[in-house]
């Protein structure tokens, strides 16, 4: 009896480990995989689904969904335009720390001669602004996301380039390595096919994202080296700059769901936002 309760153990274990998704990573994540975002409880529901995130690695919790001003009235269907600002509540830390790029003393010289050697997780710029947030505005009957050119990450000085990329769902992305040497490629993710390839020194790859997911990548050969893919089928979105701004257009006016989600920060809502005629300006602050 002890023999067959430790054999059906033994499948259940397996089975678990089988079912994770690209990469192998788990909900708590490694410490040398980028850090999970806040609603990685979620992961496995639909954008729609998802709820109020949980807290992030530091213990802090997002605020709850912003209800937004969905009471106004509002005319449906006219052409609108969303614009704001986020920026980064008082008092949280701003500092950016030195990359330790000693592990590969070999490579040291080239990587090393990067311009910008400090972590790039919280970005913040001219009068508190957060840079590489993904805004997006969710709802029914909003265009899907698609372009004629294929983007590209690059590696580059040993760095992800760019550092949050935002890619269609369905559409090839060229992978690149213009170092002059390996690189690889390693997404942590739950709903995209596993992946981590190598690419040679000057070499590229394309990948095809499945399912729309926000994607942790990783490069094992330099472990400093860490980026962002989301993966959408959402053309309402935008990615805020390096004051912290952004601009959404081509919407029509009616009452939608406002998305802001941060790689530090971890997602919030903004349930019902009454998008007017013409210009509409939401700006956030992220705790």
Known sequence: MTSLRLHFLLLLLVSSLGSLGCGGGTESGDPQEPEPSVEQENQDQSPAEQTAPAPNASGTAPSGPDQ?????????GKPATLSGKVTLASGQSR???????SSKPEHAEHCLSASDKLDRKVLVGQNGGLANVFVEVRNAGLPAFSWPNAEISDQVHCRFEPHVLVVPVGEPITFRNSDPFLHNVHFFC??????????PADGKKEFTFTAEERVGVKCDVHPW???????????????TDKAG??????????????????????LIKVKKFALQ????????VLP
């Open 190 to 199: 739950k709903k995209n096919p596993a992946a981590n390839f190598g690419i």
């Open 277 to 284: 005629p013409g210009d509409n300006r939401l700006d956030k």
């Open 95 to 101: 500092d950016r720390a030195l990359l330790d790029m």
């Open 245 to 266: 701004n952004y601009e959404i257009e081509d919407l029509k006016s009616g009452v939608y769901e406002v998305r802001f989600w941060h790689e530090v920060h971890g």
């Open 68 to 76: 937004g001003n969905g009471d106004n009235e509002v005319e449906s």
């Open 225 to 239: 080296m860490d980026s962002w893919i989301v993966a959408t089928k959402n053309a309402a979105h935008a990615l």
